[in-house]
């Protein structure tokens, strides 16, 4: 027995708890897990412009919803900034939807990132 003085100190693996009796239901989800299938519901459009400033500035033009989710993409997939924001223009393209898609300087500053990213 060569692990018999570590036993204790050994990572098991735990059994599996669940026995999956729809195989094919299951292995049919383990496929769409890689699907770059993106939904954005219909609360998250409307909410996507911002609401008018009453002080003097300018307007904003998205929500700060709008700046996560860019971010989220962002973040998911590795991008850059500039990476990003074709990616929301090209799921605004494939949405058929109008909204705004942000300069990348724009979601920089809202997001306050350092200049170098």
Known sequence: MPHKHNAARRHHIPKMRHQVLNWPEYEAGLRRRGS???????????????????????????????????????????????QAEDLMGSVRELMGVDIVVLARGTVGRRAALPNGL
């Open 36 to 82: 770059l299938t993106l939904w954005i519901t219909e609360e998250a459009l409307t909410e996507w412009s911002a609401v008018p400033r009453t002080t003097p500035g300018g307007q904003r033009r998205c929500a700060d919803g709008a700046i996560q989710t860019c971010l989220m993409l962002r973040t998911a997939f590795k991008l850059a900034l500039r």
